[in-house]
């Protein structure tokens, strides 16, 4: 994923209304037990939960 949470494709690109949000794992995994990427997670996710809110009030004024 990108700085804005978008999740980027195989080519580099965003792909449209899809976010980003926690963790799934990594070769850190073990860190994650004792609840170490707390913050990536919550900063992550506010950041997604924003930008999907910003794509939503986007769609609606080209809609109208």
């Known amino acids: 994923h ?6 980027i494709d195989v080519f580099g690109k965003p ?4 976010w ?3 963790e799934i794992g990594s ?4 860190l994650y ?3 170490g990427n707390l913050a990536e997670c919550a900063v992550g996710g506010t950041i997604a939960g ?5 794509n939503v009030r986007a769609a609606k004024k080209s809609a109208a």
């Open 2 to 7: 990108d700085a804005r949470q978008r999740v």
């Open 15 to 18: 792909i449209p209304n899809l």
């Open 20 to 22: 980003a949000a926690g």
């Open 27 to 30: 070769v850190f995994g073990y």
């Open 33 to 35: 037990l004792a609840g």
């Open 50 to 54: 924003r930008e999907a809110g910003r």
